[in-house]
């Protein structure tokens, strides 16, 4: 899924300028929105009609002649000069400011694209807009876990805005190891990694605290195995420390169905340990997300329980 940050003249602070000087401070602002949002997928897409735009009335070119030496050819090519060469450097220009709205109407699961209006102080009624990097935040995590699209793809965007966790090296493969498939639960593992990552790094040696803290946090059951088992133990490799045999036995039981109305209730697991980092800190790593990890195959974790069939005697005759 890819996602737009749109940006046009509702971006700015306000919308009605007297000179050149304070609409190059709006267009400064949005220019200190690059490097901002590194989520996977995520790009800032400044309208191609961001001068001509009458959203709010006026367009900024109609302004110009409001502004002192505003009709002066030479200044408005001057302007338009800096903006090019400064302030719109780096933007995806590909849309209107019409055609983002339109996109930030609904999100296209088809085209695996979404969009988010960026109105710092105007209201957009109707359209999804965001006006702090925590609402984008809120607005990122809702479409990933509605909109998971696969598992490779939702978990490059998850492990890229999620980045308190440390993730094991085959992590990913784990996703694949859902029996019933692990894109039906998505939303509520993506509540399970936001509540990891909001309370890494941890404090103090008191587990049962953390685990406590992380249930309540997420909103689903968090608890120990309740014994040591290889199968439990992953290497974790972190800044130049390398634990080959980190504990992870703790584990999330995420069980609701993305799909509403169904009744099934089948937990699913996201199994992490706590990775030292200095101090009494330490870094929640989570090894697996979605399986459920078994100890009869020593070469498998991941491997089904076998069910033992019964013995049905047969009757003789009678």
Do not use: W
């Not at 989520?39 to 002649?65: M, P, R």
């Not at 209201?123 to 876990?145: H, N, P, Q, R, V």
């Not at 509403?260 to 030292?276: A, C, L």
């Amino acid at each position: 899924m890819k996602t737009i940050i749109g940006i046009s003249n509702f971006s700015f602070d306000f919308q009605n300028f007297n000179d050149f000087l304070q609409l190059k401070n709006q267009f400064e602002k949005i220019k200190s929105l690059q490097g901002q949002f590194e989520q996977h997928g995520t790009s800032l897409s400044i309208a191609t009609d961001i001068l001509k735009n009458k959203y709010f009335g006026l367009s900024l070119e109609e302004q110009f002649n409001n502004f002192s030496f505003g009709k002066d050819k030479q200044n408005i090519i001057a302007f338009r000069s800096q903006l090019e060469r400064n302030y719109l450097r780096g933007f995806d220009k590909k849309y209107t400011s019409k055609e983002l709205l339109q996109l930030a109407a609904k999100p296209d699961e088809v085209s695996a694209l979404c969009c988010t209006i960026y109105a710092p102080k105007v209201l957009i009624s109707g359209y999804s807009s965001f006006k702090t990097i925590t609402d984008f935040s809120l607005f990122y995590e809702d479409i990933l876990g509605k909109f998971p699209i696969n598992n490779e793809n939702y978990y490059s965007r998850a492990t890229s805005h999620f980045k308190n966790i440390l993730y094991h090296e085959d992590c990913s493969s784990t996703l694949n190891r859902v029996p019933d498939g692990f894109c039906n639960y998505s939303i509520a593992i993506t509540q399970c990694l936001r509540a990891l990552n909001a309370l890494s790094p941890v404090s103090g040696n008191n587990i049962n605290s953390h685990l406590a803290d992380i249930a309540t946090k997420a909103r689903y059951a968090c608890t120990p195995e309740g014994y040591s088992h290889e199968n439990f133990k992953f290497n974790f490799n972190h800044n130049g420390n390398n634990y080959p045999k980190l504990g992870c036995q703790y584990h999330l039981k995420p069980s609701e169905r993305n799909l509403k109305g169904d009744g099934s209730h089948n937990h699913k697991r996201i199994y992490f340990g706590f990775f030292p980092i200095g101090g009494d800190k330490f870094r929640i790593a989570v090894a697996a997300i979605g399986p459920h990890i078994t100890i009869q195959n020593s070469k498998d974790r991941y491997a089904p329980i076998k069910t033992k069939r019964k013995k049905i005697k047969r009757r003789g005759n009678s």
